[in-house]
């Protein structure tokens, strides 16, 4: 009588379930309700529930239990067959079934063969949960994106895409939906070569300009090219080797020659001695103290 006039009440145990000396239901209308362990009742898989205390949780008072054939029979034009595409926090996974539901309460699943998009949209989901930093990164990756948002800082007449984590978590649906067709699990985001996903976001023009604005290395007076670090909208760092820059007067500039570039030179063991944006004003008034104090650590070096 309690599971025709409650149908709502009707409860099925959940497995793997550890409280402090209960037994948790959940309960077809979608909560949960809690019996103590030692209740007789406290084994049997499915209960119509008659009273329970308000909760949460809600402690389970009077209860009858179920057979489970018995129930399916009698609820058989209540049973739904639905199709469920969803992210899975605990598995981190696309979980792709077919289930079939009493209420909140699933009686039976089986695989979905096919979930087409759904199953990538399900990912994102999942990626909007995890946070944007669960893709690949690279460094390069990381400095392709400070290169556009340095720009985009810099030269706001030309309308820089916003590639900020904020922005890109907001439009995964453009720029990395199409690459996520067969992935339905977290490791599978390891595939994804986040670099040229983000750099097809730029037409062939703006990837051009990207390479002359923000170059990603510059080559010094020694001839070595050396990789610049971008953190906008600071102008970027170059952490040169001093002797490295023997023969340049100027500070190096990027961004048709607008933005100076920040110079840390490194002593040959690798260890910054000097911070400067004004390389002339450094060899002029600098230079001489920072090269008494490497020519008795290094005197192997050439020191002019």
Same mark, same amino acid.
């Given at each position: 009588?309690?599971?025709?006039? !409650?149908?709502?009440?009707?409860?099925?145990?959940?497995?793997?379930?550890?409280?402090?000396?209960?037994?948790? !239901?959940?309960?077809?209308?979608?909560?949960?309700?809690?019996?103590?362990?030692?209740?007789?009742?406290?084994?049997?898989?499915?209960?119509?529930?008659?009273?329970?205390?308000?909760? #949460?949780?809600?402690?389970?008072?009077?209860?009858?239990?179920? %057979?489970?054939?018995?129930?399916?029979?009698?609820?058989?034009?209540?049973?739904?067959?639905?199709?469920?595409?969803?992210?899975?926090?605990?598995?981190?996974?696309?979980?792709?079934?077919?289930?079939?539901?009493?209420?909140?309460?699933?009686?039976?699943?089986?695989?979905?063969?096919? $979930?087409?998009?759904?199953?990538?949209?399900?990912?994102?989901?999942?990626?909007?949960?995890?946070?944007?930093?669960?893709?690949?990164?690279?460094?390069?990756?990381?400095?392709?994106?400070?290169?556009?948002?340095?720009?985009?800082?810099?030269? #706001?007449?030309?309308?820089?895409?916003?590639?900020?984590?904020? $922005?890109?978590?907001?439009?995964?649906?453009?720029?990395?939906?199409? !690459?996520? %067709?067969?992935?339905?699990?977290?490791?599978?985001?390891?595939? *994804?070569?986040?670099?040229?996903?983000?750099?097809?976001? *730029?037409?062939?023009?703006?990837?051009?300009?990207?390479?002359?604005?923000?170059?990603?290395?510059?080559?010094? #007076?020694?001839?070595?090219?050396?990789?610049?670090?971008?953190?906008?909208?600071?102008?970027?760092?170059?952490?040169?080797?001093?002797?490295?820059?023997?023969?340049?007067?100027?500070?190096?500039?990027?961004?048709?020659?607008?933005?100076?570039?920040?110079?840390?030179? *490194?002593?040959?063991?690798?260890?910054?001695?000097?911070?400067?944006?004004?390389? $002339?004003?450094?060899?002029?008034?600098?230079?001489?103290?920072?090269?008494?104090?490497?020519?008795?650590?290094?005197?192997?070096?050439?020191?002019?």
């Amino acid at each position: 009588r309690v599971r025709a006039a !409650y149908p709502e009440r009707i409860a099925r145990r959940r497995p793997g379930f550890r409280g402090a000396r209960e037994v948790a !239901y959940q309960c077809a209308e979608g909560g949960e309700a809690r019996l103590a362990e030692d209740h007789p009742l406290a084994t049997r898989e499915w209960l119509a529930i008659a009273h329970w205390d308000p909760g #949460p949780p809600r402690r389970i008072r009077l209860a009858a239990a179920l %057979d489970e054939a018995a129930l399916l029979r009698d609820h058989a034009d209540a049973i739904r067959s639905e199709d469920v595409v969803a992210w899975d926090a605990t598995s981190e996974a696309v979980v792709a079934e077919r289930q079939q539901r009493l209420g909140a309460l699933v009686l039976a699943r089986s695989p979905l063969p096919d $979930a087409g998009t759904r199953s990538a949209r399900a990912l994102l989901d999942g990626l909007r949960a995890l946070g944007l930093q669960a893709l690949p990164w690279t460094e390069a990756a990381r400095q392709w994106q400070a290169r556009v948002l340095s720009l985009r800082a810099w030269r #706001p007449q030309e309308n820089w895409p916003d590639v900020s984590d904020t $922005a890109l978590l907001a439009s995964m649906e453009d720029w990395l939906l199409p !690459y996520l %067709d067969g992935s339905t699990r977290r490791e599978h985001l390891a595939r *994804l070569d986040v670099l040229a996903i983000l750099d097809a976001q *730029l037409d062939p023009v703006a990837r051009r300009r990207l390479a002359q604005l923000a170059p990603t290395h510059l080559e010094v #007076p020694s001839g070595a090219r050396i990789r610049l670090h971008y953190s906008p909208p600071e102008p970027p760092v170059l952490a040169v080797k001093l002797q490295e820059m023997f023969g340049c007067a100027q500070t190096p500039t990027v961004n048709e020659g607008r933005t100076v570039v920040r110079l840390q030179l *490194l002593s040959p063991a690798q260890r910054p001695v000097a911070i400067t944006a004004d390389l $002339a004003s450094f060899w002029a008034k600098g230079y001489a103290e920072v090269k008494k104090d490497l020519r008795g650590r290094y005197p192997k070096h050439p020191w002019p």
